[in-house]
């Protein structure tokens, strides 16, 4: 496990390699993987722009006096969260200080893969069969989604790079259902990043699951109309919100969390949203999270009218809006918990190869593992292998073999999803 530890910018010493600064590495010049500080000039950018870093003992020196550590996580989630209630601020939840998790990963990925494919099967069976009967106008029983949700929670809380990987498998014709899974798989791996408790994860995910059961609701000739809606039609999907929070009061016995999430995850921080033009801190938590993580599952999957952009650029667009339509603090938990090259991203290294990301969680962010599947001269590899970037691996060269740019999925034919097959996965991982 990577070891972090804080040091005062006035203690850096030659040696020591950052991993993480007092401030996002977007508003600072240096680069996302972290870095060596190999020179009295690099030490000195470091002190022009921070306070304070953390630095990787295991990479790079270790600071002679003890200095304290990056762990955090204080106790006691609000009891008023179970009731509906909602937490205003971070501050409010056991949140991992400089994001040290508070759940350490039990299963590795290889060993978590079968699990995690399992469950996205039935999680896509379950969500289709729930969007099915709602359309036919029968109530929900909601017991086989919180068994669903249970146990994607456990697969996430072990390790959740293996059912973000899964995640990866994005078909137009399936997307309302396959969304609403991703939806739920990215928001319990955001929720345990942030360290919340398994109860609250359930109401989390359980929300995130059926965040858009109202569009069953919704003509399908308007819900699947390529192009354009005009007003009036966007008028009707804008309903699904309402209709969403309707279907689940009657009967289902879920709890206002659920409900909440459901009737705001549309709203947005500069009251722009819908129904209710909710702004800022006027939108429970929940709400804000499933915001962020629905729009980052729709920017980064294929629709009828347009092609999914790269996890990367997704990323880079939702932070520079961080601030108008979300919560801005939100959304960097939200990249430091998928990485920086989320799993999935379409990579180019040093060498000209081009592989997918397959897992680059907060605890490896700044090595992430990439599956090639191209070499050098972009034909083929027979036998796709994966690389450990962790690992230091170089090339026939003798030069470090990295990650050199981030393509847009689908680059030299390219997809994600190619990649997913569980002999596949289970043969070559
Ligand atoms: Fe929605």
Redesign the pocket.
């Known amino acids: 496990m990577v070891d972090k530890v804080r040091v005062e910018c006035a203690e850096l010493k030659l040696g020591m390699y950052v991993c993480e600064l007092d401030r996002p590495w977007l508003e600072t010049p240096f680069p996302f993987q972290g870095f060596a500080l190999d020179s009295m000039e690099s030490i000195e950018a470091v002190r022009r722009v921070c306070d304070y870093v953390f630095v990787d003992t295991e990479l790079g020196i270790a600071p002679r006096r003890p200095a304290r550590t990056a762990a955090g996580g204080a106790s006691g989630w609000s009891a008023e969260v179970r009731g509906g209630a909602r937490p205003q601020t971070l501050a409010s939840l056991p949140i991992a200080a400089a994001g040290r998790p508070v759940y350490p990963r039990r299963t590795d990925f290889e060993a978590e893969l079968a699990r995690a494919h399992t469950l996205q099967t039935e999680g896509r069976a379950l969500i289709g069969q729930v969007f099915r009967d709602v359309r036919l106008g029968k109530s929900l029983d909601p017991g086989d989604a919180r068994a669903v949700v249970r146990s994607l929670t456990e697969s996430i809380l072990a390790n959740p790079d293996a059912l973000l990987w899964m995640m990866q498998l994005k078909r137009r014709d399936e997307y309302t259902s396959l969304h609403c899974l991703n939806v739920c798989i990215l928001s319990l791996a955001f929720g345990r990043h942030l360290g919340l408790p398994r109860e609250a994860l359930h109401e989390l995910g359980l929300g995130a699951l059926l965040?858009?059961i109202g569009k069953m609701r919704v003509p399908l000739e308007i819900l699947n109309k390529p192009g354009r809606l005009e007003p009036q039609e966007f008028a009707v999907i804008q309903t699904?919100?309402g209709e969403g929070r309707e279907i689940l009061r009657v009967n289902s016995g879920l709890g206002n969390a659920v409900l909440d999430i459901v009737y705001g995850?549309?709203e947005r921080r500069d009251g722009s949203g819908y129904p209710r033009r909710l702004s800022g801190d006027e939108i429970s938590l929940f709400s804000r999270m499933v915001a962020i993580v629905?729009v980052y599952d729709a920017v980064t999957s294929d629709r009828v009218y347009h092609k999914a952009a790269s996890p990367v650029a997704t990323l880079g667009w939702m932070y520079e809006h961080r601030a108008e339509l979300f919560d801005p603090g939100l959304v960097e938990s939200f990249i430091q918990s998928l990485g920086i090259f989320p799993a999935g991203s379409v990579v180019e290294m040093t060498s000209g190869a081009v592989g997918v990301v397959i897992d680059a969680s907060p605890e490896r962010r700044l090595r992430p593992r990439v599956l090639m599947v191209l070499n050098p001269d972009k034909e083929p590899i027979e036998q796709p292998r994966v690389i450990d970037l962790a690992e230091r691996p170089v090339d026939a060269a003798g030069r470090t073999f990295d990650v050199r740019l981030v393509l847009e999925p689908g680059s030299y034919g390219v997809h994600p999803a190619d990649y997913l097959s569980g002999e596949f996965t289970a043969a070559e991982l």
Request: without cysteine; negative net charge.
């Open positions: 965040h858009d699904h919100t995850h549309h629905d």
